[in-house]
Nanobody, 127 residues
Framework: QLQLVESGGGLVQPGGSLRLSCTGS????????VGWFRQAPGKEREAVSC????????NFADSVKGRFTLSRDNAKNTVYLQMDMRRPDDTAVYYC????????????????????WGQGTQVTVSS
């Protein structure tokens, strides 16, 4: 069964950090673009970042550039999203996803480009 599992969410104070993990089951993540999206209450799902295949291209939403980074551990079939959580509006459910698409600075990130989604992990930024 193909599955993505996110972990690492929780409550963090402004200025703190969190690292989310996305682990693949039945799917090798290094052969796909891995995307991260988030959805806050009452808002549409928005793109956060993506990580390309072996070339390692990345893309980040303007709202998270300079604060979020991506990494990959192929031995663990896991992609990590390291987040510097400065703002309460980072609060959302974060989803990882994989797709047979492109990832790069000039490539839009849209949910429709991805075909397998995790269940999401709640991230709350609050003092």
């Amino acid at each position: 069964q193909l599955q993505l599992v996110e972990s690492g969410g929780g409550l963090v104070q402004p200025g703190g950090s969190l690292r989310l993990s996305c682990t693949g089951s039945g799917v090798l993540l290094d052969r796909h673009v891995v995307g991260w999206f988030r959805q806050a209450p009452g808002k549409e799902r928005e793109a956060v970042s993506c990580l390309g295949t072996s070339g390692g291209r990345t893309n980040f939403a303007d709202s998270v550039k300079g604060r979020f980074t991506l990494s990959r551990d192929n031995a663990k079939n896991t992609v990590y999203l390291q987040m510097d959580m400065r703002r309460p509006d980072d609060t959302a459910v974060y989803y990882c996803t994989k797709g047979s698409t492109l990832c790069g600075a000039a490539v839009p990130m849209r949910p429709i480009q991805y075909e397998l989604w995790g269940q999401g992990t709640q991230v709350t930024v609050s003092s």
